[in-house]
């Protein structure tokens, strides 16, 4: 079955504490992306990947490290994070972000104390 | 100004009704996507548009690029058409996708 994976689906930690948030997707996928997601902000893009070892940064990307080792991995790291970064997450992927159906994870409910 | 807006932000119907969801953008773009967003939060692809219309079921979406809106239609609709619907442009020269802020839809029985 086609899908994107992430984990955890929910985290509580506190302040500080290193975390990883992983994203894996097994459709071959070119193109890959972490979002965002607050309440009356709607989605935004964090940071995207074109191919392997090809990153750049969204639109919200402080506070937030991404790598792109494999093609089918894309994790999320936040070093040290804080309470601003509490939010809803959605890895996606696509073929090409243009003109392609975008995929998109089950999403990662993190609560930062 | 957001460089995509939908309109309204929240609608509720009566089951059996025709929905319509506008979605304007004031940027070039290569594809306009619809997206459905249900209660516990996963996201889910239901269009994706250059020129023209496109109909899957009971959904249609529509886009006019020289106006730059686009439109989903929901006919008879449903209780479980109940959901967040967002549009997202994909910019054209650029690897992102920008979000409206979401259309939340209520159906009720």
């Known amino acids: 079955e086609a899908q994107v994976t992430q984990n955890p689906r929910y985290l509580i930690t506190v302040t500080g504490k290193k975390l990883t948030v992983t994203c894996s997707q097994n459709?071959?996928?070119?193109?890959m992306s972490w979002y965002r997601q607050d309440p009356g902000l709607g989605l935004r893009q964090i940071y995207y990947?074109?191919?392997?070892?090809?990153?750049d940064k969204g639109d919200v990307p402080e506070g937030y490290k991404v790598s792109r080792k494999e093609k089918r991995n894309f994790p999320l790291i936040l070093e040290s994070p804080s309470p601003n970064q509490t939010s809803l997450y959605f890895c996606?992927?696509?073929?090409?972000?243009?003109?392609?159906?975008?995929?998109f994870g089950p999403g990662t409910r993190l609560t930062v104390l | 100004k957001n460089e995509v807006e939908q309109s309204p932000q929240n609608l509720t119907a009566q089951e059996g009704e025709f929905i319509t969801i506008n979605c304007s953008y004031s940027?070039?773009?290569?594809?306009l996507h619809w997206l459905q967003q249900h209660p516990g939060g996963g996201i889910v692809s239901l269009f994706m548009?250059?020129?023209g219309k496109k109909k899957h079921g009971r959904l249609i979406a529509t886009i006019n690029i020289q106006e730059k809106h686009s439109s989903l239609h929901i006919t008879a609709s449903h209780p479980r058409d109940s959901a967040v619907y967002i549009c997202?442009?994909?910019?054209?020269?650029?690897?992102?996708?920008?979000f409206g802020q979401g259309t939340r839809l209520t159906i009720n029985p």
């Open positions: 459709m071959n996928h070119e193109y």
């Open positions: 996606a992927s696509s073929l090409w972000v243009g003109a392609n159906e975008q995929f």
């Open positions: 940027v070039g773009i290569s594809a």
């Open positions: 990947s074109m191919n392997v070892e090809v990153t």
């Open positions: 997202a442009a994909a910019i054209q020269g650029a690897q992102k996708l920008v």
């Open positions: 548009l250059s020129s």
